[in-house]
């Protein structure tokens, strides 16, 4: 089950970025009035091409939350659903207990996903979200390349930690959209 505090974090971090991009882009701010004097243009341009990585970077960084946000709400709606089957006075016992199985599958899956994160973070790509419906898992990893080889390693990760018989997709380059 995804903890509110992590959505709350999430949902703040993703408006902390859209306020900075705001705020940046806003004329009239410092770097733009200090683009009057010729040290102050090469400044400022030193300054923008900052901005623009930082700004890409959050950019990535925003749309891997807003793929771990969707994960998230896909799951919390799925635990509810299961949840108002075992607390249905119309379920059987035995639907109760099927819901109880996928509850506690869920949250397998769940841990494993995040544990497959981290495995795939420790290999050196700066973030990376693992989403799995049904028999498909999606890799999203921050990075700007991807070699056939290290597309292989991340496949044969997830059949370690989430098992085989899946189809596996790997994505990168985010930031190209």
Known sequence: MIKKQTVWLLTMLSLIVVLSVYALSTPGNSSDQASSSTAGKSKSVATDVKNNKSVKASAVETKLADIELSKDDERASLEKKYESVIASGKSSAKEVSAAYDKMASLK???DNETM????????????????????????????????????????????????TGR???????????
């Open 108 to 110: 397998t899956l769940a």
């Open 116 to 163: 497959l994160e981290d495995v795939i973070q420790s290999k050196g790509y700066k973030n990376s979200v693992v989403k799995t419906s049904g028999t498909q898992v999606q890799i999203y990893v921050d990075s700007k390349k991807l070699t056939d080889k290290q597309a292989n390693q991340l496949i044969q990760l997830t059949n370690e930690y989430l098992g």
């Open 167 to 177: 189809i596996v997709s790997v994505t990168y380059a985010l930031n190209q959209d």
